[in-house]
């Protein structure tokens, strides 16, 4: 009898397993598909109890492709809540919340991400780009220049530069681009192309 039961469980747990894993194929396949409805319906069966880390990209991203901002925002907490010390999370809540033009909110949360600015290199590029990515220049800049605040061993003027012509300041842009030239002579190729890319495309 004992041993039944134990096939029992066995060949049960192997089901169910399996039945997930299909759901989250077919999710997706749903997502990359750009059917994000119905990727949504499945990830939100598959992530009942507790979210899975691995479906916050596309259940995330599907939500806000549909600009369904405040779930997307929903998304993004549950999972900076399970990862506080990915800023990321925390990031898109915030990029959410910018898109539902709740500008207070978003100053709060964007407050406190500064705080948790520790000046390392990686945690400060990451967040940059990921403000960068939802056209946020002006947070990915300060963020920045407040890592070069706190570490003096950093260096993004390239970075900046590049955020200043993005948001329409070309005379900061030329001047980050002359100060890195005089920092680091080394970057004369790179930094000659960029700036006679944005003359030819500024004229």
Not at 24 to 32: D, G
Not at 119 to 128: F, V
Request: aromatic share 16%.
């Amino acid at each position: 009898m004992l041993m039944k039961k134990i096939i029992f469980l066995l060949l049960f747990s192997y089901v169910y397993v399996s039945s997930q894993e299909s759901m989250e194929n077919k999710a997706y396949q749903f997502f990359l598909n750009g059917e994000y409805q119905q990727a949504i319906a499945l990830y939100k069966k598959l992530n009942r109890g507790t979210l899975n880390a691995k479906h916050y990209y596309p259940y995330f991203n599907s939500n806000f492709k549909l600009q369904q901002y405040a779930e997307s925002e929903k998304i993004a907490y549950k999972m900076y809540k399970k990862s506080p010390k990915n800023l990321v999370y925390l990031v898109e809540a915030g990029a959410c919340q910018s898109k539902q033009n709740n500008q207070k909110k978003f100053e709060n949360t964007f407050k406190e991400i500064k705080k948790k600015i520790t000046g390392n290199k990686n945690q400060t590029i990451n967040i940059a780009n990921t403000f960068s990515r939802y056209s946020l220049y002006k947070q990915s800049l300060e963020i920045y220049e407040l890592s070069e605040n706190i570490n003096n061993f950093n260096d993004f003027g390239y970075n900046k530069a590049q955020l200043y012509g993005l948001i329409g300041n070309f005379e900061k842009m030329i001047s980050e681009y002359l100060d890195l030239l005089e920092r680091n002579p080394g970057q004369k190729q790179v930094v000659t192309i960029n700036i006679q890319r944005f003359l030819d495309n500024n004229g």
